[in-house]
């Protein structure tokens, strides 16, 4: 006979929008996968790091104009005053930091306006890219795909944050702008479906730009939110194909340093760098000033996820930095060759500050991540640019904990939206078989897992002794969701995880 367990829906009433309620104040202290964070400051000192150069980030960057309730993200580059890019972190950040902003809400619902206010002419749920002086789109208008992605992965951070029942539905909106970037086609929206890859944005629509794409694009932590949103499979082909082209650059244009070039060509038959001026200038087929983003994004997907592959991919980046800085954040530069041979002679935090979350990974040297974020942190906001400024903010949200990722229960159409903490941890949570049972030192004796399918029958269970590190081997089952619930010798239960099978 099979055992069954119910599970109950439970529905919660969310507060007036007016009154801004959070569902996940800063600071959060995600449960993030195995990693370090810098030693040398206490926990309350790294979120206080967050709240100060947030509030001077917001000083500088985020302002009221172009309509009385819109806001938009001040890029202060000549008569160019925002872009896509910069509207999506600027989307990612403001719920993030709910909680510890009030205002957090009416920043982001001004935001949202004003990407509304300037479509894409191409896809209508897609923004287009960049304004000017004015507040006239300039440039296209069409999208880029960085931007839409991070657009869209914003309204769900805000429909876990505040709930959907307010003036702007959050999560209608990001499903309308997720459909969009995946499109109804390879010829429209951010993905060539033909292959899985991340177009430029939505203005290919054929010839060779189609084979092409851009590896600070790969933001795999999203795509996973993406495909729990709209049910839609396509996007676990998508994370794989970014994995896919991340070893054959690491393992074939960069043995040794393990660095990803900033554009990828011929994804249709035997991908390999960009030639230089491909899109934007001479470095183009090298380590510059869009994959320096690759070790925070990619990074971030091993973090919430436990992708191995993640791990993998970041600390061979990680380990070559170490060793060609001779251990120095000094002596990290603003843009590689892929060989390692640095192509600059002048450093940039926006490259520092995300190696520094790659760092993170590497839990054999405390020394080498507390160095890289000294260094960060020595920069002032009101010496740099938006482009190093919001880099730097985004990875102190990572690094200090509080980067978090909507539970795909949030997503998928169930309204139970609290974390649940539990004395344990699985990971990861999308697995092809076999995943972690990783248990705290609070726990003594055996503990027992119980994996129930989405009907409420228990399809596996398994014992384990003494331990706080057990392998959990699931792949001989079907693809889906499923609940493992665990429970302690005396019968005590500990909490219930969700899993993906692929």
């Known amino acids: 006979m099979t055992k069954k367990i119910f599970l109950l829906t439970i529905t919660v009433l969310f507060i007036s929008p007016f009154s801004f309620s959070q569902n996940y104040p800063f600071p959060q202290h995600t449960d993030y996968n195995t990693h370090i964070k810098p030693s040398q400051y206490t926990q309350e000192q790294l979120d206080d790091h967050v709240r100060s150069f947030y509030d ?27 872009v896509s890019e910069a509207m999506g972190y600027g989307m990612l950040i403001i719920p993030l930091m709910a909680g510890y902003d009030a205002n957090a809400k009416i920043y982001f619902d001004g935001l949202y306006r004003y990407y509304k206010a300037h479509p894409s002419y191409i896809t209508p749920h897609l923004m287009a890219w960049k304004q000017i002086t004015g507040c006239v789109n300039a440039g296209g208008p069409d999208s880029a795909s960085d931007g839409d992605i991070d657009i869209a992965f914003g309204l769900l951070l805000a429909h ?89 650059m690491q393992t074939n244009y960069s043995p040794e340093a393990g660095l990803l070039p900033d554009f990828i060509d011929d994804v249709n038959t035997t991908a390999r760098p960009a030639d230089p001026n491909y899109l934007e200038g001479e470095l183009d087929g090298n380590y510059s000033y869009n994959a320096c983003r690759d070790p925070w994004r990619i990074a971030t997907d091993y973090l919430i996820s436990g992708d191995e592959r993640a791990k993998e991919a970041v600390l061979k980046i990680d380990n070559w930095l170490l060793e060609s800085s001779g251990g120095s954040a000094n002596h990290v530069y603003a843009g590689y060759y892929l060989d390692g041979t640095k192509a600059v002679g002048w450093s940039d935090i926006a490259f520092t500050a995300p190696f520094t979350v790659g760092a993170m990974l590497d839990t054999a040297n405390q020394d080498w ?118 429970t302690s010798e005396d019968g005590n239960y500990l909490g219930t995880r969700k899993i993906i099978k692929e």
């Not at 309509?67 to 202060?76: A, F, K, L, S, V």
């Not at 307010?166 to 702008?177: L, W």
């Not at 248990?439 to 398994?462: D, E, H």
Request: proline share 2%.
């Open 56 to 82: 001077g980030w917001k000083s500088n960057h985020l302002i009221n104009g172009c309509e009385d309730d819109q806001y938009y993200i001040y890029i202060d580059d000549g008569n160019t005053i925002t």
């Open 160 to 248: 876990a944050q505040w709930g959907s029942q307010g003036d702007i539905n959050y999560f209608q909106e990001a499903v309308a702008i997720i459909n969009d970037i995946m499109g109804e086609n390879s010829a429209k929206g951010d993905v060539n479906q033909d292959l899985n890859t991340i177009k430029l944005g939505d203005w290919v629509s054929g010839g060779s730009y189609m084979n092409g794409t851009r590896t600070s694009d790969f933001i795999m932590d999203h795509f996973r939110a993406f495909k729990c949103a709209v049910q839609d499979t396509s996007w676990s082909f998508v994370v794989d194909k970014c994995y896919d082209l991340i070893a054959d």
């Open 369 to 486: 991540l507390n160095s890289l974020y000294s260094k960060i942190l020595s920069s002032n906001v009101n010496s740099g640019g938006y482009y190093d400024n919001t880099l730097k903010l985004l990875s102190l949200i990572t690094i200090s904990g509080n980067y978090w990722v909507p539970d795909c229960e949030i997503l998928n159409g169930t309204t139970e939206n609290k974390k649940q903490n539990t004395p344990f941890k699985i990971y990861p949570t999308y697995t092809s078989g076999r995943v972690t049972l990783e248990s705290n030192s609070r726990i003594s004796g055996k503990i027992t897992a119980g994996v129930f399918n989405s009907s409420g029958y228990q399809v596996l269970t398994a014992t384990f002794p003494d331990s706080h590190n057990e392998i959990l081997d699931l792949s001989k089952l079907q693809g889906g969701i499923y609940l493992i619930r665990v």
